[in-house]
Every structure is written in structure tokens, then in C-alpha cells.
């Protein structure tokens, strides 16, 4: 059975958020006796939160910050492990290197990374980050992306920018993988699929498009059917081995999530799930669950087999959700919001899931519609 969540707030409106693998950051300890006994119990899960006032006076900081998940309470908790001013620059955007590289964060006027520094041990309240001024240079001036992402095994960066500008690099070297400048439009979303072959681009009007990262040539235009706008795009894991990408599209007052086989191409499902503009979409990484953020603060997970509704928590927020993250177990949700909330919701086990129907109540009674 899904259990609520709760809650946190951290006096800025939070626009990017990201689980942290801590396996890849905390650094192994030594051999003492002491550090022994502390290393028997893992750390809790952490998550990255970026955002702020952004410029002028408002008095509203700009700031990365990193919060502890207490299982307990079952919430990030309120006092973080660390925090990080960024001055006038808000955080925008953030990927998160898979295998501990550092934090990636877009601000209006270009990217900086920001490195790990762990002390020896794996209390994660050791963590601390700094800006590595001499990596991404050349991102420094690019204005904001409003997409950036690095592949799964973290040897590609992608970023994808208001300005319409598309840019694909090899990791670390920052070798140009492809480019592509279209200005009359803004780049709203991009993702990889897990081996690393394809890339999938959303922009704000026209098709999905699909590259080949071996060829750095487009092998597919997904089509809109009449009065769809493209959102969100993800690429999913099936239990035959195969790929399905996912695509988030408004189509007058539904929101829906479209299916597509990434063999052939063509669209194998369409689906409506709220009458609420979308505003986050996740997959998790086991690739059986769905989650869907609108602007009016609600969350959705469904079944990625069959776009059963599973969770449906009504104004989880109070404000527009920005960004939606799986846990790496696939077990808990996290959530922030221009209301300046980090939301964590637990899902429970594949096992606990099964195929029910399970709503959870927050405030007022949830949402239905049927597809």
C-alpha cells in the first residue's frame, strides 16, 4: 500500500531536483575501528535542490541545497546537510552525473559544474560542493538551457537551449557529439536512452525528434496529431528487452501520455490522465512507474504497462510542480514546487503495488478520468 508523504520547505522556490548517487560520492573509509562501526549502516538517501528569487533585492536567496531523506518521518528532512549560495544566478536546471562527477546546474546566462568534496568516511554530513571554474567552458556564456542531462552511464551531456540551440557532447572530454541551432524555436526537453544510442528532443512546436548518437543523424519525426502539443519525452525499459518512448502532449483541456515503439517508430498508444496542464514528468528506473507534476500542484503515478492509475495525491503542492524524481529503488517520489516544498511520496514495493487502484487524499478528493 502507497503511504502519503510529507513535506519540507526551504525559503526559496525549488525549480530542479535530483536524487543523489551517494555510492559514487561519499569516499570509502579508512580502516579504524571507529569508522568501521559507522560504515555498517548505509547513509540515508540524499537529494539535490536548486532554485531562489533569482536577481535584484527580493530578498529570497538563490541557492543549492542538499537534504537527507528521514525514513522515519518519511520526508527530506529540514535542517540540510549543506548549503550553497550562488549569488545573483538562480539555478534553473540540474542533471546530476551518474557516477559522482558533480552537479551540473544552468543558470540564465550559461552552465557551471560543481564538485564533490567528501573527507574520508561516509557520514554524509562531510559532503560539501564547490564550483569548478575551469570545466564547461564551453557553456559558460550559452544563456539558459532549459534541458540538460547527462546519458546513464554519464559519458554523454546534452543540453538543450531557450535560444533553440541543441549541443551534445562526449563526457569528460566535451567533444561535440552533435549541434543543431534552430531559433525559432526553444529546446523544452530531451532524453537518452538507456544504452546510450538515441536521443530524443522535444521542442516548444513541431515534432519529437529522435538521433542516432552514432551517426549524429536523425532517424525519426515523431508527428503530432491535431491540437497536440509536445511535452515531456522518455525513454523506458520493457520486460522483453525492448525501448518505448514516452511523450507528455497537451491536447485542449487533457493532459496525456503518448506511447511510441522506438523500433519502427510509430505511435502504439495514446492515453488522457488529467484535465491539469503538465508540468514534471519522471520514469522510474525500474521502469515499471509513471509520474506525472501539474500546475496545479497534484502528482499522478500510473503503471507504465498499462496507464492504470496507481497514486493520485490532489495539491500535493500548493504551487506549480517543477520537478519530479524516482529514488533508485524505485520505491519513493520526490517532488518540488515554486512553493518553495520539496514533497517526498512514498510508493512502496513492486510487490505492495500489485494492480490496485489506490488513491491517496490530500486536502480535497482526487481527479479521474478515464482514458
Given amino acids: 500500500m502507497a503511504r502519503r508523504g510529507g513535506g519540507k520547505t526551504y525559503g526559496f522556490p525549488i525549480y530542479c531536483a535530483s536524487w543523489l548517487p551517494l555510492a559514487h560520492i561519499l569516499k570509502p573509509s579508512s580502516s579504524s575501528e571507529d569508522d568501521a562501526a559507522a560504515a555498517d549502516a548505509d547513509p540515508p538517501p540524499m537529494a539535490a535542490l536548486g532554485g531562489g528569487g533569482g536577481e535584484g533585492r527580493s530578498g529570497v536567496p538563490n541557492a543549492l541545497v542538499v537534504a537527507a531523506l528521514d525514513p522515519a518521518a518519511e520526508a527530506l528532512s529540514s535542517d540540510p546537510v549543506l548549503r550553497l549560495g550562488t549569488e545573483e544566478q538562480v539555478p534553473y536546471r540540474m542533471a546530476v552525473h551518474p557516477l559522482g562527477d558533480g552537479v551540473l546546474c544552468a543558470f540564465p546566462n550559461g552552465c557551471r559544474l560543481f564538485r564533490w568534496e567528501s573527507p574520508e568516511g561516509e557520514n554524509p554530513h562531510n559532503l560539501a560542493l564547490r ?111 525492448s525501448q518505448i518512448l514516452f511523450v507528455t502532449a497537451m491536447q485542449g483541456d487533457y493532459g496525456k501520455i503518448i506511447s511510441w515503439n522506438t523500433t519502427s517508430w510509430t505511435r502504439i498508444g495514446s492515453n488522457k490522465i488529467t484535465r491539469e496542464a503538465i508540468s514534471a514528468f519522471a520514469v522510474s528506473p525500474d521502469d515499471t512507474l509513471l509520474a506525472i507534476g501539474t500546475i496545479e500542484g497534484s502528482i499522478i503515478v500510473l503503471s507504465s504497462k498499462n496507464m492504470r492509475v496507481l497514486v493520485t495525491v490532489k495539491k500535493a503542492h500548493l504551487g506549480i510542480i517543477t520537478a519530479l524524481a524516482f529514488s533508485q529503488d524505485s520505491r519513493t517520489l520526490l517532488s518540488t514546487s515554486f512553493d518553495s516544498t520539496a514533497r517526498v511520496t512514498s510508493i512502496g514495493s513492486t510487490k505492495s503495488r500489485g494492480m490496485q487502484h489506490i488513491y491517496l487524499f490530500f486536502y480535497t478528493c482526487p481527479l479521474r478520468i478515464s482514458s
Fill in 131 to 241: 564550483a569548478d571554474l575551469e570545466a564547461l567552458t564551453e557553456l559558460g556564456d550559452v544563456g539558459l538551457q532549459l534541458s540538460v542531462s547527462f546519458s546513464g552511464e554519464g559519458s554523454i551531456l546534452a543540453t538543450g537551449g531557450e535560444d533553440g540551440h541543441l549541443r551534445v557532447f562526449k563526457w569528460p572530454s566535451m567533444d561535440s557529439v552533435l549541434e543543431e541551432l534552430d531559433t525559432k524555436t526553444s529546446v523544452k526537453d530531451l532524453n537518452f536512452s538507456s544504452d546510450e544510442h538515441f536521443l530524443a528532443v522535444n521542442r516548444n512546436s513541431g515534432p519529437c525528434r529522435v538521433w542516432d548518437l552514432k551517426s549524429s543523424e536523425t532517424v525519426a519525426n515523431l508527428p503530432r496529431e491535431a491540437g497536440e502539443i509536445f511535452g515531456f519525452c522518455r525513454f523506458s525499459n520493457q520486460a522483453d528487452n
